[in-house]
């Protein structure tokens, strides 16, 4: 079976617990403390478990009360048994869900009988449990899609970053973790997983490459099992980055972060004082803490998701906006589609950045990118895809195609040759422009409607035809259903 084939019978057995009153976000929980006991087996390290709480103890337990009160008991002691600092913190607080022991049972035996391994993909379990993230986040009831970044998304903005060797990574709001799995993923594919590495140079980027931090002690655990699936063993802190525990997260090369949007709670202010301007608005004041904990060496560089409010909000706003230009290079901002992330009507933008060597006048001109304006609507019929976003990558680089970017894009931002590119959705505004519209960064969407564009998404003949074909999409797989059912 392929790691989709495996992820989709892990999440299907949801089903089966649903009379046991078991949410998908409670499931995924549930199924991150079986793997995990599962993966400690495979992965050979099952000696840093307490005795009789490992796999083939578990599941050598014939009577199902018997499992069932062992297993509650696992969790409920298993984290100050061990002194394996990812297994206290992924068991810390746990405690199962399940009412039937025989659903417990389900869940281990259906475990046990998967191969994790084959010839093509000699170890699918990082793979399927990524996979059963997404599931959880796409799943609306489960709430989860805050902590979920859409995978194309991340790609290319770890892409366009190229991070590098012996760099340090963070995300200041990791949720599961899934910004810096793709930043260790991007390296091992250029340098064949690391083998190439001395010693020292491979335990660096194991252990302190990549880091985050997370609020919500949920995605805190689901980030550590993510990490450990991948074999990183990362400092992921459960905590605020907004108190004083953000000021540890400092002098790093990338940050890659989607964080939070909303404000805090009770209009409250951030309790650390390092703040230039603290202000009750939560993405604001992540924007302040990622550009301030870049180094300031040169190459140091971001790419953050926000939304819209921050390129226009007045007061503070405006100042953190001058703030960001005076210490960073801002050059791009790349206008998001709505209805990618779970709240649909939320709009969203991804910032790139460079932190200057200086604290005035580092940002010149600022390119904006619009996907927004005239654009298909993504759902399930228009999949948001990777080749979403072949027009803002050539534009980005210079004019590299998205399917070269990895192998040839440096990282360079080259003005004159951004320059160049001929694309509707592409334009520069001056510092000095910028400063003109009262310091306002909500600039670069298409303002009149463009007839080439309108023709080829809105055309109603076209929008028909769409339509239509939706239409005979849906009677296919009504009638193939109408033939499982039959047969």
């Not at 068991?91 to 417990?104: D, E, F, I, W």
């Not at 990791?174 to 020292?200: R, W």
């Not at 990362?234 to 108190?243: A, F, K, N």
């Not at 703040?275 to 990622?290: A, D, E, R, V």
Request: glycine share 6%.
């Amino acid at each position: 079976m392929s790691a989709d084939e495996i992820a989709n019978k892990l999440w299907n057995l949801c089903n089966v617990l649903r009379d046991d009153g078991v949410t998908y976000h409670q499931y995924l929980n549930e199924l991150t403390y079986i793997l995990f006991l599962r993966l400690s087996e495979i992965k050979k390290f099952e000696n840093e478990l307490p005795e009789g709480y490992r796999w083939s103890s578990l599941k050598a337990i014939k009577d199902n009360k018997e499992l069932f009160d062992t297993y509650r008991e696992l969790l409920a002691t298993i984290s100050t048994k061990s002194e394996n600092p990812t297994i206290k913190e992924i068991y810390t607080n746990a405690s199962t869900t399940l009412r039937k022991p025989v659903n417990l049972r389900t869940l281990i035996t259906s475990i046990d009988l998967i191969d994790w391994f084959d010839e093509q993909e000699q170890d699918k379990i990082a793979t399927i449990y990524e996979e059963l993230l997404e599931k959880n986040a796409s799943e609306k009831k489960s709430g989860a899609g805050q902590y979920f970044t859409p995978r194309p998304l991340i790609n290319v903005m770890v892409d366009l970053l190229v991070p590098k060797l012996g760099e340090r990574w963070n995300d200041p709001a990791a949720g599961t973790f899934g910004f810096m799995i793709a930043a260790d993923y991007y390296l091992k594919e250029k340098h064949h997983h690391y083998f190439e590495l001395g010693s020292k140079e491979r335990k660096f980027q194991v252990d302190e490459a990549f880091s985050g931090c997370e609020l919500v002690q949920d995605a805190h655990r689901l980030a550590l099992m993510n990490a450990k699936l991948h074999g990183l063993e990362s400092r992921i802190e459960m905590g605020d980055t907004l108190s004083e525990l953000g000021k540890s997260f400092k002098n790093f090369d990338g940050v890659l972060a989607n964080p939070p949007f909303g404000t805090k709670q009770g209009g409250e202010r951030p309790t650390r004082d390092d703040f230039t301007y603290p202000t009750s608005n939560k993405q604001l004041n992540f924007l302040q803490h990622i550009y301030r904990s870049l180094h300031k060496r040169g190459g140091a560089r971001a790419a953050v998701v926000l939304p819209d409010n921050v390129l226009f909000d007045d007061g503070d706003g405006k100042k953190i906006r001058r703030d960001l230009m005076d210490k960073c290079n801002l050059h791009t901002i790349l206008r998001l589609p709505t209805g990618i992330f779970y709240a649909a009507g939320v709009k969203t933008n991804v910032l790139f950045f460079e932190r200057g060597t200086s604290e005035t006048g580092n940002t010149k001109k600022v390119w904006f990118y619009d996907m927004r304006s005239n654009t298909h609507s993504f759902g399930k019929r228009t999949p948001f895809t990777r080749v979403a976003f072949d027009g803002f990558v050539h534009a980005y680089t210079g004019g590299i195609h998205i399917d070269d970017v990895f192998n040839t894009y440096d990282g360079n931002v080259n003005n004159e040759q951004r320059a160049i590119i001929q694309d509707s959705r592409w334009s520069c505004f001056t510092r000095k422009e910028i400063e003109n519209k009262n310091d306002i960064l909500d600039l670069g969407l298409i303002q009149e409607k463009d007839y080439s564009i309108e023709n080829q998404d809105n055309n109603p003949i076209e929008l028909a035809k769409s339509a239509l074909k939706e239409i005979e999409e849906i009677q296919t797989e009504l009638l193939e259903l109408i033939a499982l059912l039959d047969g």
